[in-house]
């Protein structure tokens, strides 16, 4: 099977300006959630949706936002873009329901706001 | 509030050493907890889990970790660390359809 994609893999934006990621999780699965990595806040959990149903968020402002549609693949916007939002942005897949489930990750957005 | 921490920066160990990357988890339910690392420019990979069972999870690449609730830790162990081994250490803990990852624990081994 093929892995979890991502797409674009780099990314450079201005202050100001909105984007759009996106994310092709492993076939069958029906679980993507995101996450945002920084040097300085490490790895954070944005979102996780199933079956185009986000069933928990993490704590970022509105200007981050997701959506899944109905064969699993997800993106995710973020709008008014600041600089802190310069991060890599991951998505992973998950087989199921179960969350003790691993997860498997994309090779992830790397996003630079100027 | 769930957490997870992973008290060291950084680990440094000589290639062919016992290494340990410590985690500590403070969390209400079923401790649900992984540790994934991270190579350069690459997404995290899976290393093993912890959900019920054997306190000692063995996993990917030669890798452990040991399930200690009295000590609130799940530290993860190998017993010959190789040049390879160096990398970004995440642990984990899942509950609720989110996940919170440990700070990270950089891997150093020397050859």
């Known amino acids: 099977k093929a892995g979890v994609t991502q797409t674009p893999r780099y990314l450079i934006k201005t202050r100001g300006q909105q984007v759009t990621l996106s994310c092709s999780p492993i076939s069958g699965h029906r679980s993507v959630s995101w996450y945002q990595q920084t040097p300085g806040q490490g790895l954070q959990f944005l979102f996780e949706?199933?079956?185009?149903?986000?069933?928990n968020k993490g704590n970022f402002p509105g200007r981050f936002s997701g959506r899944q549609f109905s064969n699993s693949r997800s993106e995710m916007n973020v709008s008014t873009l600041e600089l802190g939002d310069s991060a890599l942005y991951l998505c992973?897949?998950?087989?199921?329901?179960?969350?003790?489930?691993?997860?498997?990750f994309g090779p992830g957005t790397r996003l630079t706001v100027l | 509030a769930q957490s997870v921490a992973q008290p060291e920066d950084q680990v440094n160990v000589a290639e062919g050493n016992p290494l340990t990357v410590k985690c500590t988890y403070s969390v209400s339910g079923n401790p649900y907890l992984f540790w994934y690392v991270q190579y350069p420019n690459r997404g995290l990979q899976f290393l093993l889990k912890y959900i019920t069972g054997d306190n000692l999870v063995k996993g990917s690449y030669g890798f452990e970790a040991e399930f200690n609730k009295s000590q609130t830790s799940f530290h993860l162990k190998k017993p010959s660390a190789l040049v390879s081994d160096s990398a970004l250490y995440f642990c984990?803990?899942?509950?609720?359809?989110?996940?919170?990852f440990g700070a990270g624990t950089r891997l150093f081994v020397k050859a």
């Open positions: 992973a897949s998950l087989e199921g329901t179960d969350y003790y489930n691993e997860q498997f």
């Open positions: 984990a803990y899942t509950g609720g359809f989110k996940t919170i």
């Open positions: 949706y199933f079956s185009e149903t986000q069933r």
